[in-house]
């Protein structure tokens, strides 16, 4: 009977010996799910976040900049008749304004060392703040470390699409500098049978900061390969010669994970493929870093194993027979996960087992926590993508919904968009970090009011002057969007009063269920779109002002009619022409006779509405008779030919809008850019002082500011004090607080701070520098 009990009692430790290691090895496979889907979503934000970056701040500032010179009518100052009938005067004038306008559309962007055309008619080189030749610039400002002079001619004169040089290595201001050249050749620069091209020279150096900061693996590796798959970057934790494995991009979704072998090593690989510009962006992680402290839990616990399994086979009958341990105590020991303490010997197998399963279980709450962190930006971004329409609502389960606290069906919404429309008195410059404060100001200010009213919302943080918010409604339509409309601008009113931020805001009509929230987005942001429209309007309600953006025309499509309207508001001349080639194609569909001559009275009624609307230039000889008009549509059989007149009408009516916008908009400017010069070195000069006067609303001042000179007002003020500050700590013995004040800074540590970011260098370390010269 003894030796029965006795063994039946080996027999237990044996078997609460191996469950405690089935435990462990279920937690261990339970939190590599847990990692690998971790890793996963961890990954794919942060290669959506490099993407954001690098294809808002680079690709599309370099190539919009390409696309805008190309179009830039400066041109014509290099051709043959130019030069004929401009003086030198006039020509220098002229090329200096060029310089000007390139130097407003860089200077702002931290990323671009330089940007220049080069006119090989003319073996000339235009660059923000110089006019040289290649050997100039070749020998002084930006010289190629590897290239020689004659290569250097020849890299000038070839012919680009759009291309990115990678590791194109210069020497600027005594340093070597890594960059990265985009070159283009200007289509429309077309002098004396010669291209000019032009060149953007990248820091590389500040891309590859942003890649490492996202490269949090050991031996991670990032790339980013251009539309055609030539690899533009590289950048890795660790000095590795691995090199990009070849994959098929085009069976893959736009966001791709998969594993293969490289070298015998296993590793996870992930990339995203850019929509808009076509830009892989590459992450690859080894597996073994990725598991490696999970991995050294699962072989201690092997080695315990072993360990156990030969002491414990020992001292297992040793210790049944003199210290009895009831079963359900061990049970209740590992169940309740508490630890036991130490008997006056060491610790036995059911400590050291306990231990582990604790130890492998925090693991799994770390990653948890981890996970949560990303938590808002992944909410951001699901609200994000149903106000795009990007993310298809029945693709959304209900962990997303309950996540979100929204109803698919029942629930009632309005979409409120929120534009930013200037900040420049509260901020201090213009960064991320001054922007990020704005918005949190702003989301502070409105998720109060909204609570306080009872409404239950969302925010959804679009740009760093733009966000929206989804507002649910339980009770009259017209009583809430009448309610939000005073909380708004009650909000204005504060914000506007207290922290100088100037905004507008434009409010949907009301929706059913998140599958109509596109709907209300784009009901949001054309309301919105009237702000221009309506300089003096701050709310934007789509129930009031849907018949200025919405028309029900029985002629004409409204797609059609809107080209119109805008191409001869704008003095688009091209728009025109592309605009009656759809007219044309329209009639020809129609079929009728009878149509087409309502089309074309239609047209020129249309015509009459613009010539009186929109200020213009056109001459009493230039506008068309009424009666020559109708008598030319009801006897003329064909009506392609009233057309073509018609056309001409519109084509010169355009052409006389943008003589008198160039006239008022360079007039108004002209006046703005003299009060600025002569107020710059004021503490009281602000985007609201300027508006007032010259009688106009500080949004609409913004906006004409930066169409007719490139910068915000804050920027281009800044820039004033900053050359007068260099001039003041060279020329004379005043001190910092002293030129501070003297160039309208209340706060000494305020101009250190801008003078460093302008310049580099601190302003006592900029005198110091260039008197010791």
Known sequence: ????????????????????????????????????????????????QLEDKVENEI????????????????????????????????????????CREIYSQTYKNSYIIDAFIYIPSENLIVGPSYTTTPYNYYTYINRPLDMSYEKWL?????????????????????????????????SRWIIDGKNANVFVIIDQSKIVSTMKEIVSYPKGILWILDRDNNQVLKVSAEKQNILLPKLNFSIYNDFTIKELTLNGEKWIIY????????????????????????????????????????????????????????????KRLLQAGSEAKSSEHEKNEFDFIRDLVVQTLSKEEELKKQIMRFSPIIKNNLLYQLLLGSALPENIGELELKTLEMQKQDAKF?????????????IKEESDSEYSLVTLVVTNVMDELLETNGFKHWDVLFSRTRLSVIVEINDNVEDSIKELSEIFENMIEFLEKNFSIYMSVG?????????????????????????????????????????DITSEKEFLPKDIENKIINVVKE?????VYEVFENIKNHITAANSPHMAKMILIYLYGLYYQLLNSIPNKVGEKQKPEPEKVMRLIIEEKNPKKVLQTIQEDYKILAENVIVNKQKIGNDLISNILDYIHQQYSSSEISLSTIADKFNITPQYLSAIFKEKTGQNISDYIQ????????????????????????????????????FKKFEGVSPNKFRELNKSQ
């Not at 008749?81 to 020509?91: F, G, Q, V």
């Not at 001292?315 to 105590?329: A, C, G, K, T």
């Not at 004090?721 to 000494?748: F, W």
């Open 1 to 48: 009977m003894f030796k029965k009990i006795l063994w039946r009692f080996v027999f237990s430790y044996l078997v609460i010996f191996i469950i405690p290691l089935l435990i462990g090895i279920g937690s261990y496979f339970s939190i590599k799910d847990i990692m690998m889907s971790s890793l996963y979503r961890y990954n794919k934000t942060a290669l959506t």
């Open 59 to 98: 690709v599309k500032s370099v190539e919009s900049l390409a696309d805008w010179i190309n179009l830039n009518p400066y041109y014509f100052i290099f051709l043959p008749e130019a030069k004929e009938a401009l003086d030198s005067s006039d020509r220098l004038l002229n090329i200096r304004n060029l």
């Open 154 to 186: 020849e890299f000038l004169s070839g012919e680009y699409k759009m291309k990115y040089i990678p590791s194109f290595k210069i020497k600027a201001d005594y340093k070597n500098l890594s960059t990265i050249v985009f070159a283009n050749t200007l």
């Open 271 to 330: 990339y995203i493929i850019s929509p808009i510009y076509g830009w892989k962006y590459i992450s690859m992680v080894p597996v073994d870093s990725f598991f490696e402290e999970i991995r050294k839990i699962r072989n201690l616990s092997l080695f315990l194993l072993g360990f156990m399994s030969i002491i414990g086979s020992i001292l297992i009958f040793f210790f049944s027979m003199q210290n009895y341990r009831p079963l359900s105590e061990i």
């Open 414 to 426: 309005l979409v409120c968009l929120i534009e930013i429309d200037d900040c420049s008195g509260f």
């Open 507 to 547: 409010i949907s009509g009301m929706v059913m269920g998140i599958i109509n929230l596109k709907f209300a987005y784009e009901q949001a942001e054309k309301v919105l779109s009237l702000k221009f429209v309506k300089p003096n309007m701050k709310i934007f309600k789509f129930s009031e002002l849907s018949q």
């Open 571 to 575: 003095g688009k001349v091209e728009g």
């Open 719 to 754: 820039n004033l004090r900053m050359h007068r500050a260099k001039e003041l700590l060279l020329s004379t013995d005043y001190s910092v607080s002293q030129i501070a004040k003297m160039i309208g800074y209340t706060e000494v540590s305020g101009f250190t701070k801008a």
